[in-house]
């Protein structure tokens, strides 16, 4: 039995979202579309309820599956949604996948994402059996290299045209992670 919840403290707990939350969602990705759609093809000012909607029960789909999962933060107090994290483009045969995340605009620079990472990494090894996960980000997106650097995952290298974004191929930066890469939580003030 695949887990709906794989963090929890007082402040954050990191869950598969409901298809009932899709109103949440729509409204913290849609307040930080700017600043996420840098990066996303997916984030557009085009973006409707709707396509959350079809969004979450597609992920609840493909997680029955087996071949991605999704999950977003929650601000425990509020019950906000504060950003998200996912395991896609997964091989099962090659036993690697991609990782990805967003936080909302206004919970940046509270290392959030590093948290979302390193228990999202966990799962993915734990649960999945998987040996070897990728961090890619387009090769001007510093904070999102920041967030690689600190959880401990190794630089790859830039790779040309390694991502497509609003029809153009793009540079990239790829990071990996294999199990025991993840740093202690304490290295970005954090705790357990």
């Not at 954050?12 to 849609?30: G, N």
């Not at 999704?70 to 996948?97: C, D, M, P, Y």
């Not at 948290?115 to 734990?126: D, Q, T």
């Amino acid at each position: 039995m695949i887990p709906r919840q794989i963090y929890r403290d007082q402040q954050i707990e990191i869950r598969v979202p409901l298809e009932q939350e899709a109103d949440q969602l729509f409204s913290a990705i849609y307040s930080s579309r700017h600043e996420i759609g840098q990066w996303e093809n997916w984030c557009t000012d085009s973006m409707t309820l709707k396509d959350t909607q079809r969004f979450l029960h597609d992920s609840e789909h493909k997680r029955h599956k087996g071949s991605e999962f999704n999950f977003n933060l929650f601000e425990i107090a509020t019950g906000r949604v504060i950003g998200g994290a996912a395991i896609n483009n997964i091989s099962h045969e090659n036993k690697i996948a991609n990782v990805g995340y967003w936080i909302h605009s206004q919970f940046t620079g509270r290392s959030l994402a590093p948290l979302a990472v390193k228990y999202i990494s966990e799962f993915a090894f734990n649960r999945l059996s998987l040996t070897r996960l990728e961090i890619v980000m387009m090769e001007e997106n510093h904070r999102s290299r920041r967030v690689a650097e600190k959880i401990g995952a190794t630089a790859e290298g830039l790779h040309r045209n390694r991502l497509y974004y609003h029809g153009k191929p793009r540079h990239a930066w790829v990071f990996s992670i294999i199990p025991g890469d993840i740093l202690c939580l304490e290295y970005f003030g954090l705790q357990d």
